[in-house]
């Protein structure tokens, strides 16, 4: 997996930092200097998650979370092109702040 990340990141001119220690791995992808990816993968043992009946014996789960996928439809359609279930979390708020803004300003305007 490591070294898909890798090769993904340099065909977007990123750099790639890696830590880790028994069950847990660190990524961070830099472009000029700057974070703009940090991945952490931690492998749990069945104790610390409990048994689940949904999942076969020895199956894996995981969970992904995003943070900030912005503006860029094509991040988003990447993601949902994975076709697995996935829950995103998106937050509005500066859309939210431009259109009260543009509703002010008109308003200011009469």
Avoid: W, Y
Wanted: net charge positive; with cysteine.
């Amino acid at each position: 997996m490591l070294q898909r990340l890798e090769g993904i990141a340099t065909q977007h001119g990123l750099t790639v930092d890696t830590a880790g220690n028994g069950n847990s791995s660190q990524i961070t992808m830099r472009a000029g200097g700057v974070v703009t990816h940090h991945i952490e993968i931690e492998v749990l043992n069945t104790h610390a998650v409990g048994s689940s009946e949904s999942a076969p014996s020895g199956a894996g789960r995981l969970a992904i979370l995003l943070d900030d996928l912005g503006g860029d439809r094509s991040a988003a359609d990447a993601i949902f092109a994975l076709r697995v279930p996935i829950t995103l979390s998106i937050c509005l708020i500066n859309r939210i702040h431009r259109r009260l803004r543009k509703k002010r300003e008109s308003t200011d305007a009469k």
